[in-house]
């Protein structure tokens, strides 16, 4: 997983509410285990409506998404998180997310960004004309305009998004002491050792 201190540019001002992974990546995108590729399904059924603004060209290349409350709800579906990497979306900001999305989210080095539903209507603005910035540093999403809207996250995602910290990596972290384990436990349990034929 890649590091995330800092998020900036522009916003695609959705603020949609109850938006479920279905809408974000639709079923049949879900034959592949391959993360690329993904970014065409998102929104699919949103973005087959003329005049969308997840096609609007004042929008491409947008980096953030602000939603309405409940964003991700629905299935468990990790490649709705996927799908949003692979279009370009390094966060989402939204008043609040279903729990499996935000664990997705995280896994994947995705921020998902909880602000009350006032920050969430003036970032709606801001997005239309003017790039936003999420700083994980100071904990805070700022405009051009002297916004300043701090968040919280656990202390632990919060680590492990800004050194780039995923399972593997955490797992990998403590391999003296898994090492250490397995010496100890073929002493202790010797019946546990595999025998060669």
Partial sequence: MKAVNRVAGRAIPFGQKNVDTDVIISA????TISREGLGAGAFESIRAQEGNIF???EYAGASILIAGDNFGCGSSREHAAWALDDMGIKAVIAPSFSDIFAGNAFKNGLLAI?????AINRLMEVAKTDPITIDMESMSVTTPFQDRFPFEMDPFRHQCLVEGLDEIDLTMAKAGAIKRHEMNSD???????????
Avoid at 114 to 118: D, F, I, S, V
Avoid at 187 to 197: E, F, N, R, Y
């Fill in 28 to 31: 049949k995108w879900l034959k």
């Fill in 114 to 118: 909880a602000l009350p539903q006032e």
């Fill in 55 to 57: 096609d609007d060209p």
């Fill in 187 to 197: 002493s202790a349990q010797p019946w546990l050792k595999p025998v060669a034929v």
